[in-house]
């Protein structure tokens, strides 16, 4: 079993509909966690990082944490085709220099 | 500006040739990491390095080898013994402990 589940969807969506983005975890030593946005050909960049459980806005962004459930989701209100993407989760403990686990992302496109 | 400069952006190898992927970063991060992403695997780490002239090896290490002789360079070299190599090298660098920024990656497919 892997220690983060993330759907591989692809998930299509109109524009304008709000999307949700989930992954699971297992190793309840992750604190920090983050959503990374890839476009094709590129590497990912960091949307959202948050380090306790509830939510986090940033725009049309949310990002929600439940330690309690191993669950965190990315929520993107009225989504544009701009936001077609794969879509990562990362986390880590604290002790953790060393790197990040990822999911397997979740490939998003919004149709206009 | 400041970033991450991944070069080149596409690579080819031939059966049995080492090649060397470029990263350099004027970022004064101090960790480095490298990772390799295959189709539905998401990222996986091969080397990282938290202070030049040191490096240790991540989960997929094999076939691989890196040097960290300035903060600013971690280049890696994908060797021959790498029976697989073909797939998407990210680059990505950190204050220390702190969030990874990555660059926009190396494609290496073999001849």
């Known amino acids: 079993q892997k220690e983060v589940e993330q759907d591989p969807g692809p998930l299509s969506v109109p524009e304008g509909a709000i999307v949700s983005l989930n992954c699971t975890y297992s190793n309840s030593a992750f604190q920090y966690f983050m959503w990374y946005r890839q476009y094709s050909r590129k590497g990912p960049e960091l949307l959202m990082y948050t380090y306790s459980s509830g939510n986090k806005e940033d725009g049309r962004f949310t990002a929600q944490v439940d330690k309690s459930s191993k669950y965190i989701s990315l929520f993107i209100r009225d989504s544009q085709p701009s936001d077609s993407a794969t879509y990562l989760c990362a986390m880590n403990g604290a002790g953790s220099a060393r790197q990040l686990t990822f999911g397997s992302g979740t490939q998003l496109t919004v149709l206009p | 500006d400041g970033g991450i400069t991944q070069s080149p952006k596409y690579l080819f190898r031939k059966e049995g040739q080492n090649v060397t992927l470029s990263c350099e970063q004027n970022?004064?991060?101090?960790?480095m990491y490298w990772y390799r992403q295959d189709p539905g695997q998401g990222l996986r780490l091969i080397y990282y390095s938290q202070i030049v002239n040191d490096f240790q090896k991540g989960d997929i290490a094999e076939g691989y080898s890196v040097s960290r002789e300035k903060k600013e360079s971690f280049p890696l070299t994908v060797t021959s013994a790498q029976k697989n190599p073909t797939a998407f090298y990210l680059c990505?660098?950190?204050?220390?402990?702190?969030?990874?920024?990555f660059g926009d990656g190396t494609r290496l497919s073999i001849l």
């Open positions: 970022l004064n991060h101090d960790a």
């Open positions: 990505a660098s950190s204050p220390r402990r702190k969030i990874q920024h």
